[in-house]
Every structure is written in structure tokens, then in C-alpha cells.
């Protein structure tokens, strides 16, 4: 008996596909376009966010961050914001 509701199960899970596959998203067309989205001016920034400098470095307890990239620490360099620290590679 299990092997004939295991395939039931099957088909309805196909039927269901197929039926739904036709369906289409009725409100795509009232999505605005990117051209329309920069005319309206949505993404324009009167001022510039000021992007803070800060170094995060891997510890045994919580990350610990810095205002400006430590020396010697690139292999624990866990994150930063800001411009990118030069990393020496261990031999």
C-alpha cells in the first residue's frame, strides 16, 4: 500500500508543478524599470556617508578592531571598511 501512495504523492506533486508553471506574476508590469528608477532620482545621496576606517582581527573571544590595520596580524584579518590594508604573505 505505501508504494502506491508514495507514487499518488508523485504525480500530485507534478500535477502541481505543471499547473503552477503556467501562472505568471500579475504585478511585474507595474515593477519600475532601472532607467525610471535613476530619473526619479531614488538612489542619488545629497551627502556622501563618511566611510570610518576599521580593522577587525580573529581572537579566542570577540573580534578585536582597530581605526587602522595592524602590522604582522594579516593572517587574522577577519573584516575591514575603508580602504584595503596591504597583506604580507607568511612564507
Known amino acids: 500500500m505505501p508504494e502506491n501512495r508514495s507514487g499518488y504523492v508523485?504525480?500530485?506533486l507534478v500535477a502541481a508543478a505543471v499547473?503552477?508553471?503556467g501562472c505568471t506574476n500579475p504585478f511585474a508590469?507595474?515593477?519600475?524599470?532601472f532607467d525610471e528608477?535613476?530619473?526619479a532620482g531614488w538612489l542619488e545621496d545629497k551627502t556622501p556617508a563618511v566611510i570610518v576606517p576599521l580593522y577587525c582581527y580573529d581572537t579566542i573571544g570577540?573580534?578585536?578592531c582597530h581605526a587602522a590595520?595592524?602590522?604582522g596580524k594579516g593572517g587574522r584579518?577577519?573584516?575591514y571598511e575603508g580602504?584595503?590594508?596591504?597583506l604580507r604573505v607568511e612564507p
Not at 580602504?83 to 596591504?86: C, L
Open 10 to 12: 508523485r504525480w500530485m
Open 19 to 21: 499547473v503552477l508553471s
Open 29 to 33: 508590469g507595474d515593477a519600475p524599470t
Open 37 to 39: 528608477i535613476l530619473v
Open 62 to 64: 570577540a573580534p578585536d
Open 69 to 71: 590595520p595592524v602590522p
Open 77 to 79: 584579518l577577519r573584516g
Open 83 to 86: 580602504p584595503a590594508p596591504k
